[in-house]
């Protein structure tokens, strides 16, 4: 007697389980929306990490991010060369100019919600500015494949063209940052399956309706591969690239792709 293989599907949420994950990505948006508006030259990481709690707490929520594995901040607070996980630091003081990634996660009532987005200090540069647009637009682009049937390499070579496709519509060059990329995402910030940034298509487990992953695309000028500072947290490019980083918590539904983390 034969044995069937088991089939292999990324976990689903039901409808209702969804609209409580958009509750908690709501206010990770919200947060994100108001460390933008605070964020100018002379404002530290820390105040914008102050922001995002005090926004968090006020909407009934935790900051997701406080005390996760040790880490010490409300947001990931990376400026210019940092890709992710940049520490809030008082000393930490934005210029103009500056390219600011901030990630942020909440937690309310058990189910999380988790996004990044990259913006300018006042003026950037015109190659700053190509390098953040088109990061949002892999991001946009790449979780059009976040939909039931697919896999979730299918998601992975969905980011990867758009890169490549980013580079002609963006003109910059850009490194996939190696080693970084989603996750799965639900009553814990980390769950499986892990989701890289590239990749073959058709591999992995199936998306059905009601998978949720956190979809992050990681993009620099320059170099793929990246150091880790002496804070245990703070990746940087390794040759002192700037990079970018955009994440929306997405849902496949028969709809199609559903953002859980907007930011109205």
């Given at each position: 007697?034969?044995?069937?293989?088991?089939?292999?599907?990324?976990?689903?949420?039901?409808?209702?389980?969804?609209?409580?994950?958009?509750?908690?990505?709501?206010?990770?948006?919200?947060?994100?929306?108001?460390?933008?508006?605070?964020?100018?030259?002379?404002?530290?990481?820390?105040?914008?990490?102050?922001?995002?709690?005090?926004?968090i707490r006020a909407c009934g929520a935790i900051p997701t991010f406080k005390g996760y594995e040790g880490f010490p901040g409300s947001i990931c607070a990376s400026v210019n060369e940092e890709i992710v996980h940049?520490?809030?630091?008082?000393?930490?003081?934005?210029?103009?100019?500056?390219?600011?990634?901030?990630?942020?996660?909440?937690?309310?009532?058990?189910?999380?919600?988790?996004?990044?987005?990259?913006?300018?200090?006042?003026?950037?540069?015109?190659?700053?500015?190509?390098?953040?647009?088109?990061?949002?637009?892999?991001?946009?682009?790449?979780?059009?494949?976040?939909?039931?049937g697919n896999r979730l390499t299918d998601v992975s070579h969905a980011l990867e063209l758009a890169t490549r496709?980013?580079?002609?519509?963006?003109?910059?060059?850009?490194?996939?940052?190696?080693?970084?990329?989603?996750?799965?995402?639900?009553?814990?910030?980390?769950?499986?399956?892990?989701?890289?940034?590239?990749?073959?298509?058709?591999?992995?487990?199936?998306?059905?309706?009601?998978?949720?992953?956190?979809?992050?695309?990681?993009?620099?000028?320059?170099?793929?591969?990246?150091?880790?500072?002496?804070?245990?947290?703070?990746?940087?490019?390794?040759?002192?690239?700037?990079?970018?980083?955009?994440?929306?918590?997405?849902?496949?539904?028969?709809?199609?792709?559903?953002?859980?983390?907007?930011?109205?």
């Amino acid at each position: 007697m034969g044995f069937r293989k088991r089939r292999k599907v990324i976990p689903a949420k039901t409808p209702g389980e969804l609209d409580a994950m958009q509750a908690a990505g709501e206010i990770v948006g919200k947060a994100l929306q108001a460390v933008k508006a605070h964020a100018a030259p002379g404002v530290s990481t820390l105040e914008l990490d102050q922001v995002a709690e005090e926004v968090i707490r006020a909407c009934g929520a935790i900051p997701t991010f406080k005390g996760y594995e040790g880490f010490p901040g409300s947001i990931c607070a990376s400026v210019n060369e940092e890709i992710v996980h940049g520490i809030p630091n008082k000393d930490a003081v934005l210029l103009e100019g500056d390219l600011v990634s901030v990630d942020c996660g909440a937690t309310l009532d058990g189910w999380v919600g988790d996004s990044a987005w990259t913006f300018g200090i006042g003026e950037i540069s015109a190659e700053a500015q190509a390098l953040n647009e088109a990061t949002e637009w892999v991001l946009m682009e790449g979780l059009k494949a976040m939909v039931p049937g697919n896999r979730l390499t299918d998601v992975s070579h969905a980011l990867e063209l758009a890169t490549r496709k980013a580079e002609q519509k963006f003109g910059v060059k850009l490194g996939i940052v190696d080693g970084y990329g989603g996750h799965g995402i639900g009553r814990t910030m980390h769950e499986d399956p892990w989701l890289p940034n590239e990749g073959k298509p058709g591999r992995g487990p199936e998306i059905q309706e009601g998978s949720v992953l956190a979809i992050e695309p990681m993009l620099t000028l320059g170099s793929v591969d990246s150091i880790v500072l002496e804070d245990d947290w703070t990746v940087v490019t390794d040759d002192d690239s700037l990079a970018s980083h955009w994440e929306h918590t997405v849902a496949a539904t028969s709809g199609g792709p559903r953002i859980l983390t907007p930011r109205y």
